[in-house]
């Protein structure tokens, strides 16, 4: 019977060295593999800016040059509070009007003041604000004029296009007829 070695007694140092750098050359050799199995199966064809040349990264450096290529490649738009919300003030009708019941026009109404108010009462960073909370019953009264206005349009455009369609019979009506 073989005896096993001690766990306690410390092992040759140079025999750990050079497992550990068997290892790392066996890590190396399997990455390789990896990448070289990858590239195969095209796992790397088609990847964005393949063909393209590198980016000129300039002669100084620049720690936030990734949050400005994030900003450009996802067309963000970042503003001031107060410019954001004068940009939130004109779209506003044009947004409510996407929106299917009073019940979600008056709630974002209703948040859209809240931000406002909030903004109010927050120290200002860039320009001043000057957007003030709407007033929820006008707007939602403008709203419902809109919602039926634009019903009103639907409706004579659907009355025009029956009236210019040609009447169609079901097909079940014919079938029925041709069975007789």
């Given at each position: 019977?073989?005896?096993?070695?001690?766990?306690?007694?410390?092992?040759?140092?140079?025999?750990?060295?050079?497992a550990?750098?068997?290892?790392?050359?066996?890590?190396?050799?399997?990455?390789?593999?990896?990448?070289?199995?990858?590239?195969?199966?095209?796992?790397?064809?088609?990847?964005?800016?393949?063909?393209?040349?590198?980016?000129?990264?300039?002669?100084?450096?620049?720690?936030?040059?990734?949050?400005?290529?994030l900003?450009?490649?996802?067309?963000?738009?970042?503003?001031?509070?107060?410019?954001?919300?004068?940009?939130?003030d004109?779209?506003?009708?044009?947004?409510?009007?996407?929106?299917?019941?009073?019940?979600?026009?008056?709630?974002?109404?209703?948040?859209?003041?809240?931000?406002?108010?909030?903004?109010?009462?927050?120290?200002?960073?860039?320009?001043?604000?000057?957007?003030?909370?709407?007033?929820?019953?006008?707007?939602?009264?403008?709203?419902?004029?809109?919602?039926?206005?634009?019903?009103?349009?639907?409706?004579?455009?659907?009355?025009?296009?029956?009236?210019?369609?040609?009447?169609?019979?079901?097909?079940?009506?014919?079938?029925?007829?041709?069975?007789?």
């Open positions: 019977m073989e005896e096993e070695p001690d766990r306690d007694q410390p092992a040759d140092p140079r025999a750990e060295r050079a550990a750098r068997a290892r790392i050359e066996q890590q190396q050799t399997w990455v390789d593999l990896q990448v070289r199995q990858a590239m195969e199966r095209g796992d790397f064809d088609n990847l964005a800016g393949a063909g393209k040349p590198i980016p000129d990264l300039g002669t100084s450096h620049d720690p936030d040059w990734w949050v400005k290529r900003v450009e490649r996802e067309r963000i738009t970042v503003l001031p509070p107060a410019l954001q919300l004068r940009k939130d004109a779209e506003l009708d044009a947004h409510l009007d996407t929106l299917g019941s009073e019940r979600e026009a008056r709630a974002f109404v209703e948040d859209f003041n809240a931000r406002v108010i909030r903004a109010r009462y927050t120290p200002v960073d860039g320009p001043p604000l000057i957007t003030m909370p709407r007033d929820v019953e006008a707007t939602i009264e403008a709203w419902r004029e809109r919602q039926t206005a634009r019903r009103a349009e639907r409706a004579a455009l659907d009355a025009v296009t029956d009236a210019a369609a040609p009447r169609r019979r079901g097909w079940l009506r014919g079938a029925r007829r041709r069975r007789r």
